[in-house]
Nanobody, 122 residues
């Protein structure tokens, strides 16, 4: 599986962005998916998770109520709708595919996208 993240950009605080993660191949639906982010000088951190059938989602506390994760298995694509953006959301956002394991553990993921930069100005 190859993952391609897109949709990042520069936005003012309070604004919105929608990230997309397009997957190649026919096996997208067998993977749970997540978004991670990495701010300059910081470790990569978990942002949000969605199960294979979209029946389960999870968010890190700092984005709850502002971000919404979704996926369209027919289009082999995952999304992250980000609203009420804050300067502290500035980071490179990565999508990742998980066949099995713990969704909050980076090492358990099988595939990673290349990242898309989100910059939120104050």
């Amino acid at each position: 599986v190859q993952l391609q993240a897109s949709g990042g950009g520069l936005v003012q605080a309070g604004g919105s962005l929608r990230l997309s993660c397009a997957a190649s191949g026919r096996t997208f639906s067998i993977y749970a998916m997540s978004w991670f982010r990495q701010a300059p000088g910081k470790a990569r951190e978990f942002v949000s998770f969605i199960s294979r059938s979209s029946g389960s989602t999870s968010y890190t506390d700092s984005v709850k109520g502002r971000f919404t994760i979704s996926r369209d298995n027919a289009k082999n694509t995952m999304y992250l709708q980000m609203n009420s953006l804050k300067p502290e959301d500035t980071a490179v956002y990565y999508c990742a595919a998980l066949r099995s394991g713990n969704y909050y553990l980076l090492d358990d993921y099988d595939y990673w996208g290349q990242g898309t930069l989100v910059t939120v100005s104050s």
